[in-house]
């Protein structure tokens, strides 16, 4: 049997430098574990708009489409702030998205015990937090059409519509509840059923789902908004949270936050199973390309690299390999090992990005 693939794309910014890391890990694999992969590897975002004119070449959203897995760095940075939209670095990652139909992103929140002194909340609120925070991703306000800058007598109109179908709520609902039942039996879903339609059927399409297929995991609902403060005032009364595409984007980012660092939080992106069995999936640190700090060594490589433990959990079924590699970072952080974003007290040296992914493989 061929060994599973997966294709890299590293993009813009600080992607290519946390890849590298990534690389080190999965060659570690390889050779320490005798799990092996097929590793290909492509443009996208603005170095493949430099290269073929287009942030994503058709020639890569085919390999995309074939391979086990793919593994993506971050899209994007100044020099490509004044580009047309339709050629801009995220509409690549959008197309991949939305061609591999990846409706299901999975973010977790998880505090490193060595790092909750650093969160910038107190201690007790989240020592020991891991939550999931499910964001539907092909759908919604990214997406829904009628949208544009229009004029309207003497002033210009910004438009955008937030639209959700039945089978859309209720596909990434089942994928909720699914984790869920691999958890902690806990979803509550968050919405705006108060003043946004779109809000009134995802709250109830949720909890038909759960009345028909999931009675037996524990379900509630809360707004958006109140949602936004309990995560902050007390995030561990959540396991998994299940909203769409604005808010789970509002929300995971508040979410990172206190875990301590964007440079700590990965993601994944699944849609539905390929003939294999294996969904269609991506993976990928939660940050962006940074290029206030690219090229600089500084980033931290953890957010990509628990991305690639996601994928041994979710796509390759190496979920003791995933926990391997987990408790070697944890391991690291415990030692005092501290890119410069995880530094707290004035007087510690930071190292560099690939120092630290170098402690991680020796741990
Ligand atoms: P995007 O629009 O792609 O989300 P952004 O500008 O909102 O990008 P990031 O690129 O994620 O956000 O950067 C936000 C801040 O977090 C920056 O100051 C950046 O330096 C910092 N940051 C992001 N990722 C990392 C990382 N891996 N290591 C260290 N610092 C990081
Ligand atoms: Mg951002």
């Not at 809360?222 to 789970?248: C, E, S």
Request: aromatic letters at 6%; glycine letters at 8%; one cysteine or more.
């Amino acid at each position: 049997m061929s060994n599973p693939s997966i294709l890299i794309l590293p993009g813009d910014g600080i992607g290519p430098e946390v890849m590298a890391e990534v690389r080190k890990v999965i060659s570690w694999f390889g050779e320490k574990r005798d799990l092996a992969f097929d590793v290909s590897e492509d443009l996208v975002g603005g170095c493949a708009y430099d290269k073929h004119g287009t942030p994503l070449h058709d020639d890569t959203m085919a390999k995309a489409q074939e391979v086990d897995a793919v593994l993506l760095g971050a899209v994007g940075g100044p020099k490509y702030d004044n580009l047309d939209f339709s050629v801009k670095p995220e509409r690549g990652l959008l197309r991949l998205r939305k061609e591999m139909d990846l409706f299901s992103n999975l973010r977790p929140a998880q505090c490193f015990d060595a790092l909750a002194d650093f969160s910038s909340l107190k201690k007790d609120v989240v020592a020991g937090l891991d939550i999931m925070i499910i964001r539907e991703l092909t759908s919604g306000i990214y997406f829904g059409e009628p949208r544009g800058i229009i004029n309207e007598g003497n002033e210009r109109v910004g438009i955008n519509t937030q639209r959700y179908t039945e089978s859309e709520i209720a596909r990434v609902a089942r994928s909720a509840f699914e984790l869920a039942r691999k958890r902690n039996n806990k979803v509550c879903s968050m919405e705006k059923a108060n003043v946004m339609e779109s809000g009134i059927l995802w709250r109830d399409v949720v909890q038909e789902i759960h009345d028909a297929e999931y009675p037996d995991v524990e379900l509630s609902h809360m707004y958006a908004d109140n949602g936004a403060m309990q995560l902050v005032r007390a995030p561990k009364q959540f396991d998994v949270i299940v909203t769409d595409n604005l808010f789970g984007d509002i929300l995971s980012d508040a979410a990172a936050m206190l875990t301590g660092s964007l440079g700590m939080l990965p993601s994944a992106s699944l849609g539905a199973p390929m003939a294999n069995g294996r969904p269609k999936a991506l993976y990928e640190p939660v940050h962006g390309s940074a290029p206030d700090i690219a090229g600089q060594g500084k980033a931290n490589p953890i957010a990509c690299i628990l991305s690639f433990a996601m994928a041994l959990r979710y796509s390759f079924d190496q979920g003791d390999e995933a926990t391997r590699l987990e408790d070697a970072i944890e391991a690291v952080l415990a030692q005092g090992a501290r890119t410069a974003d995880l530094l707290g007290n004035e007087g510690e040296t930071p190292i560099s990005t690939s120092e630290m992914g170098d402690a991680i493989l020796k741990a």
